[in-house]
């Protein structure tokens, strides 16, 4: 199992607000990365360093982070939001990388 | 614009050994960790390692074993290994850039590129 925690899968009404977190001891020390992935293609970077958007990700896409926890926030979501979603961080030696196991995000 | 080319052999037998390309077009190959990460069909992600244009490497402790990157910086390339293959490696392989930094005192790191990918399927 990953040493960062997701929740398998997640729905939101289109136009709503839905925070998908990312579990794990390490997150109090080290930053998560964020990632969209749609069927067939590669993963996209959304987010870095907690509340940081690469050049042409939408607003509504932002980040926090609290004790253990990392959280991706999409503020009224859209249908083309619907992927899968990755957190990425250190392990707990701080010497390799890991992916959480992924959240399946369902616009409704 | 950066891009990353990668390719390989797609369909190998039980025992052989994994080899993958990737090719850093457009941009500086100096100053980024580049990484190998694959992705069994309909599971999740999973970090296989990474080296730097200096040579210097982390794999996967549960790879590491298997597992062997190297870089010709003179082509900026960097390719995959991974010795013994079984079924269980059957996965999407894809080369990425990965960006170590520090913001507001805090390490991060980060994959802002990824190759298309390669199905790498082990089949006997």
């Known amino acids: 199992s990953s040493e960062l925690t997701q929740d398998p899968a997640v729905s939101v009404a289109l136009g709503q607000t839905v925070r998908i977190t990312c579990q794990g001891d390490?997150?109090?020390?080290?930053?998560a990365s964020w990632y969209q992935q749609k069927p067939g293609q590669a993963p996209l970077l959304i987010l870095y360093g907690k509340t940081n958007r690469p050049s042409g990700i939408p607003d509504r896409f932002s980040g926090s982070s609290s004790g253990n926890t990392a959280s991706l926030t999409i503020t009224g979501a859209q249908a083309e939001d619907e992927a899968d979603y990755y957190c990425n961080s250190r392990d707990s030696s701080g010497n390799h990388l890991v992916f959480g196991g992924g959240t399946k995000l369902t616009v409704l | 614009q950066v891009q990353l080319q990668q390719w390989g052999a797609g369909l190998l037998k039980p025992s052989e050994t994994l080899s993958l390309t990737c090719t850093v077009y457009g941009g500086s190959f100096s100053g980024y960790y580049w990484t190998w990460i694959r992705q069994p069909p309909g599971k999740g992600l999973e970090w296989i390692g990474e080296i730097n244009h200096g040579g210097s490497t982390t794999y996967s402790p549960s790879l590491k074993s298997r597992t062997s990157i190297s870089v010709d910086t003179s082509k900026n390339q960097f390719s995959l290994r991974l010795t013994s293959v079984t079924a269980a490696d059957t996965a999407v392989y894809s080369c990425?850039?990965?960006?170590?930094?520090?913001?507001?005192?805090?390490?991060?790191?980060?994959?802002?590129?990824w190759g298309r990918g390669t199905l790498v399927t082990v089949s006997s």
């Open positions: 990425a850039r990965g960006v170590a930094t520090v913001l507001r005192g805090v390490p991060d790191w980060y994959f802002d590129l």
């Open positions: 390490t997150l109090r020390n080290y930053y």
